[in-house]
């Protein structure tokens, strides 16, 4: 439960950081910060966050599989992780970014997502 746990934090903590590396130099362009900056130095700046997103990522990843003894096959991984990144970036998008909106189909969305975790944690003949 405790490799769960980390695994689950982890890859919290990386999607943060990948929010900002793909999307956080657009807010920023538009607040000004980086506007007249070109298109190599914002490359930079946002594998320079990306190495932070992949400094979690990879552990995330090692301790949450299976074969690693941990608990999840890389299905569930990769599953886990498109919601988490989808919940990140949904919450950075409303509080941070400000200027998107939430709509009906987006949480339809979502609860599809859902829908897939629970799938893909289906016991299967193996």
Do not use: D
């Amino acid at each position: 439960m405790k490799a769960a746990i980390i695994t689950i934090l982890l890859l919290i903590i990386s999607n943060v950081f990948m929010t900002f590396a793909w999307y956080g130099h657009l807010k920023m362009q538009s607040a000004g910060l980086i506007k007249n900056w070109p298109l190599y130095a914002v490359i930079l700046l946002s594998w320079g966050i990306a190495l932070l997103e992949y400094s979690f990522m990879i552990p995330a990843n090692r301790i949450g599989f299976r074969g690693n003894g941990g608990p999840y096959t890389l299905f569930q991984m990769k599953v886990i992780q498109e919601v988490v990144s989808l919940t990140v970036f949904t919450v950075i998008a409303v509080l941070i970014f400000q200027g998107e909106k939430l709509h009906w189909n987006h949480i339809a969305a979502f609860l599809c997502l859902l829908g897939a975790v629970a799938l893909v944690f289906i016991p299967t003949e193996s």
